[in-house]
C-alpha cells in the first residue's frame, strides 16, 4: 500500500515538474544530439548497454543532457545508483557512500556507481577522499561538467576516468525537441517562433524549453499557438532572472568586458555575480587566468593584481573583498592586452604533445651522475655567468625545433611593457636565431 502511495506522490511531482523535466528521456534512443557517443555502436552507447561503464567524466555545456545521460545510465545498471552535487556535498557524505558502496558490495556483491554532478566544484580535499575508491574500483564515477576538466578535476582522479565531449545541440535537435514539447503541452508553435526559440537556445535544450514553457502559457495554454511575439516575451522574462543557466552567460560577459578594455561594463557584471550570490572565489580565479591569457607580457604587475584580490578574497571575505575584486577588474581593463603567452605556451604544448624535440642537446644534459662525463653530458655547455652581461651564444633548444618561435612579442605601441620587450629586441639572440629579448 505504502508502494502506491509513493508512486501516485511521484506521479504528481512529476506534472508539476518544469517541461524540461517532464521530458527527460529514459532510453539511450530517446536521446538526441550526441549521436558520436550514443549512436549505435558508439563506445559510449555499448559500455552502457552492457553495463560495464568504467568511471567517466562527462564534459560539455549546460542543457547538452550530461545529467539526462547520467539517469538513464541508472535505468540500465544493475548497480546501486548513487547522486551527489558537488555544490552541496561535504567530504563526510563522499564518506558515507564509500561506506554504503563498501557494505553494499559486502553483503549484496552489488556495485556501486556515484553520479557526481558539477564535479568541477569539489574541492581537492574532497576528491582526494574519493579517489581511492574509483581506483580500486569500489565506485564507478560518472562526474559531470561544464569546465575544461583539466583545469579543474584533481590529475590523479582525471587519469583515472574517460573523459566524453559532449557537444550543444544543434539547432535542428533543439528545434525537434520544442516541438515535441508544444505537443506535449497540447500546443502548436509557428515556424518563426520555432527558429527563435532555437536560436536563442545557445544549443541548451533546458533553457529552450524553459523558455517555450512560459511562451505556452502566454499564449494562452492547452490548445494555444505559439506565435513569435510570444517567444520573444519568454525570452525577456527569462532575462531578469539569474540562476543557473545564466551563471555562465554572465562569467562569459565579465571575462569578455575585461578583455575588451571595459571598465564599466566590468565593474556591473562584477556587481551583477555579487548580488546574485556568485562564489567570490570563483571570480577570483577567473581573473587570476585572464591576468596572464589576456593580458601576459605587456603588463606583467596584472598577475600579481589578479593574486592580491584571490588572497584577500580568503583573508577578508565579503562583503569588504568586493573592493578588492572590483579594484582588480579596473586596472585589468585598463591595463593594455597581449595573448601572446597564450599562444606561447599552447604552441609548445602541441610540438611536445605530437613529439617534436624529445632529445635534449648533449651540452644541456645532466652531468652530475657518476659516469654522466663518460657519456658526453654537459660537455660544450658555456654557463652565462662566465660571460659579460649574463649573456652566451649557444643552443638551448632541441635540434628539431631550432628557431622555432613560440614567445613573440605582439606588434603594438599600446602593449606596455611588450612594446618595450619588441623595441628592445636585437639580432643574434643566443642559439635562437631571430632576435635576442631584453
Not at 574541492?123 to 583539466?150: C, F, H, I, M, R
Not at 550543444?168 to 525537441?177: H, K, P, V
Not at 520555432?194 to 523558455?211: F, Q, S, V, W
Amino acid at each position: 500500500m505504502s508502494d502506491l502511495f509513493e508512486s501516485a506522490a511521484d506521479e504528481a511531482l512529476l506534472r508539476k515538474a518544469p517541461l524540461a523535466a517532464r521530458l527527460r528521456p529514459r532510453k539511450l534512443d530517446d536521446l538526441v544530439g550526441q549521436e558520436k557517443l550514443l549512436g549505435p555502436g558508439a563506445p559510449l552507447r555499448t559500455l552502457i548497454e552492457a553495463d560495464r561503464l568504467t568511471s567517466i567524466i562527462l564534459w560539455g555545456p549546460p542543457g547538452c543532457g550530461k545529467t539526462t545521460l547520467a539517469r538513464v545510465i541508472a535505468n540500465h545498471t544493475e548497480k546501486e545508483f548513487e547522486t551527489l552535487s558537488a555544490v552541496s556535498a561535504t567530504v563526510k557524505d563522499v564518506r558515507s557512500i564509500i561506506d554504503n558502496a563498501r557494505r553494499r558490495l559486502g553483503e549484496r556483491n552489488v556495485g556501486t556507481i556515484l553520479f557526481l554532478d558539477e564535479v568541477h566544484r569539489f574541492n581537492k580535499a574532497q576528491q582526494d577522499a574519493l579517489l581511492p575508491s574509483v581506483e580500486d574500483g569500489l565506485l564507478v564515477l560518472v562526474g559531470a561538467t561544464t569546465e575544461n576538466p583539466y583545469f579543474e578535476v584533481n590529475a590523479p582522479l582525471l587519469s583515472r576516468s574517460n573523459l566524453f565531449r559532449l557537444e550543444e545541440l544543434s539547432d535542428s535537435s533543439i528545434q525537434n525537441l520544442l516541438e515535441v514539447g508544444a505537443r506535449h503541452e497540447g500546443a502548436t508553435i509557428t515556424s518563426e517562433a520555432l527558429e527563435h526559440l532555437a536560436n536563442r537556445a545557445d544549443g541548451d535544450a533546458r533553457r529552450a524549453l524553459t523558455a517555450l514553457e512560459v511562451a505556452i502559457v502566454l499564449s494562452g495554454g492547452d490548445g494555444s499557438s505559439v506565435e513569435i511575439q510570444h517567444a520573444e516575451h519568454a525570452l525577456d522574462a527569462r532575462a531578469h532572472r539569474y540562476g543557473e543557466d545564466e551563471h555562465y552567460d554572465v562569467i562569459s560577459a565579465f571575462i569578455k568586458s575585461v578583455r575588451g578594455s571595459d571598465a564599466d561594463a566590468g565593474i556591473y557584471w562584477l556587481a551583477r555575480m555579487l548580488e546574485a550570490g556568485e562564489d567570490a572565489r570563483f571570480i577570483a580565479r577567473r581573473l587570476v587566468i585572464l591576468a596572464s591569457e589576456d593580458i601576459g607580457m605587456a603588463d606583467p604587475t596584472s598577475l600579481l593584481i589578479a593574486d592580491a584580490a584571490a588572497r584577500a578574497v580568503e583573508f577578508v571575505g565579503l562583503p569588504e573583498a568586493q573592493l578588492n575584486l572590483a579594484q582588480a577588474v579596473i586596472h585589468l581593463s585598463r591595463a593594455p592586452k597581449s595573448n601572446s603567452t597564450l599562444t606561447a605556451i599552447s604552441d609548445a604544448l602541441k610540438d611536445a604533445r605530437n613529439g617534436k624535440g624529445r632529445r635534449v642537446p648533449i651540452h644541456l644534459r645532466d652531468r652530475h651522475f657518476k659516469g654522466a662525463q663518460s657519456l658526453g653530458h654537459g660537455s660544450g655547455y658555456a654557463y652565462p655567468h662566465d660571460y659579460p652581461e649574463g649573456l652566451v651564444d649557444q643552443q638551448y633548444l632541441p635540434d628539431e625545433l631550432l628557431g622555432t618561435r613560440y614567445y613573440v612579442p605582439q606588434e603594438s605601441d599600446s602593449l606596455g611593457m611588450e612594446g618595450q620587450l619588441k623595441s628592445a629586441a636585437v639580432a643574434d639572440k643566443p642559439g635562437h636565431p631571430g632576435g635576442q629579448q631584453a
